[in-house]
């Protein structure tokens, strides 16, 4: 007995749905898996567009082209305006299309919205990296809530780690129908970085070569607005003054409330170079040759570890506890001076540093997608269950990046 109901004729029609930078380099290799997936399944890309310039970039290097653009960014929009525009934007698009699956990431406003406008229409939900939590209610902000309300909506819930599926299980959802899939931040990953690119944008090439060390750093989460990015600032700067041989690498988010102050704390050092978002493909590979990683964000707590690269976490809490107890990331909150600590430590001490450049892949094996795949048609009844994606045993960490790093597409 299938899980859900298919069309009687014709193929399933998928619906992805996604809004922001993170969650288009995610969806990216499902959107490419769901196009090669034979003539069962058609699939339609709708983006809500809650952030332009950072998706358009990921859009452009993944080579996706949106059947809908709701283009409902606005400066300095709150999460009620971001959350109704996107209702209503999906209103007319699921109205007219009728799918038989949507298909959303994650926990920004755009992936609750769309759950929820899915449901509305009685429209089944995907739900892609489901299941990470802090168990904070307010941390990170929205994103917890927005990941759990997901949940309750979601009918497929594509968990990347077994951990992540048994929160789910705890949370009373059916394993059945809970696939453990992998994260597809892995198979973006693989199809991007090399230890042989070459960088585009100008100064990127030979950062962090012939003695010198790179350190980058971002920060945007709404937690940490205000006073606690400004403490961040000052511990970076703190760093750059006390070793010479490090250059820092700021990719400053282009939301207001973190550009102004990141620009005022650390604009005008010479060492400092501050740039707006990267393209992907720049960014990863830079990743995988910084000293480490100092930074907020979901995603490079996936990526840095399957690079063993060191990340210091500013943040209280993670809902990806699988790379702290690897060793490669640790949580030291955004207090300055603690900061400057974590970061001095990394660059004084080598066997620290060693301890932490870990390869960990508990995160995926490059194959996400294409089990997401495998799920979606077993649940539509065309095919078998998938087997789960089962991470390495903590024992098979490399301790070298290069040695690490065993992309498909890297022979
Ligand atoms: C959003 C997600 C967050 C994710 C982050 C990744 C929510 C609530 N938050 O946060 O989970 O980690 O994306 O970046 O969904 N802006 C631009 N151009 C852009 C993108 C943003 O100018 O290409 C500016 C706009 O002024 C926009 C503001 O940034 O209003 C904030 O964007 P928003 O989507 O509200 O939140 P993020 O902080 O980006």
């Known amino acids: 007995m299938a899980l859900l109901a298919g069309p009687d004729q014709g193929p399933i029609r998928i619906m992805s749905v996604f809004g922001t930078r993170p969650e288009a380099v995610k969806m990216a290799p499902v959107v490419s898996a769901l196009r090669q997936a034979g003539p069962d399944i058609s699939s339609l890309v709708v983006v809500t567009a809650q952030h332009r310039e950072m998706l358009d970039q990921v859009l452009r290097h993944f080579a996706i082209r949106s059947d809908y653009d709701l283009d409902i960014m606005r400066p300095r929009q709150t999460l009620t305006q971001i959350t109704v525009r996107a209702l209503r934007g999906l209103e007319a698009v699921l109205e007219r299309q009728r799918p038989h699956l949507v298909l959303v990431h994650g926990d920004t406003s755009t992936t609750f919205a769309a759950s929820l406008a899915a449901f509305f229409h009685r429209v089944p939900v995907g739900h892609v990296e489901a299941g990470l939590r802090t168990g904070e209610r307010y941390a990170p902000f929205p994103e917890e809530m927005n990941r759990r309300l997901t949940a309750v909506l979601a009918q497929l819930n594509f968990a990347p780690t ?15 129908v809970v696939f453990v899939t992998g994260n597809t931040a892995i198979d973006a990953l693989y199809q991007t970085y090399s230890p042989a690119y070459r960088f585009v944008t100008p100064g990127l090439e030979g950062l962090g ?8 750093a971002e920060a945007h989460r709404r937690e940490n607005w205000g006073r606690r990015m400004e403490d961040i600032c000052r511990a970076l700067r703190r760093l750059v003054d006390a070793f010479p041989e490090v250059d820092l690498l700021f990719s400053v988010h282009r939301n207001p409330q973190v550009d102004s102050v990141v ?16 393209p992907y493909p720049e ?15 979901g995603g490079v707590q996936e990526e840095a570890p399957s690079l063993g690269v060191p990340v210091l976490l500013l943040r209280d809490v993670t809902e990806r506890p699988e790379a702290i107890e690897a060793g490669t990331v640790r949580i030291v909150g955004t207090d300055a001076s603690r900061v400057f600590e974590a970061c001095a430590g990394l660059l004084r001490d080598p066997d620290q540093h060693r301890a ?56």
């Open 263 to 278: 620009r005022r704390e650390l604009g005008g050092h010479p060492r400092v170079s501050l740039l707006a978002p990267l």
């Open 356 to 411: 932490m450049a870990t390869a960990v892949n508990p995160y995926g094996d490059g194959r996400a997608a294409e089990r997401i795949v495998a799920a979606i048609r077993y649940a539509f009844g065309l095919g078998p269950r998938p087997p789960d994606f089962a991470p390495p045993p903590p024992g098979a960490a490399r301790p070298t990046k290069t040695e690490g790093f065993r992309g498909r597409g890297q022979n």
């Open 209 to 216: 070569a012939g003695g010198r060390r790179l350190v980058l």
């Open 162 to 176: 077994p951990r992540a599926a048994a929160n789910l299980a705890r949370e009373g959802v059916d394993p059945a």
């Open 283 to 297: 960014w990863a590979n830079l990743v995988g040759r910084a000293h480490f990683v100092v930074s907020d964000s």
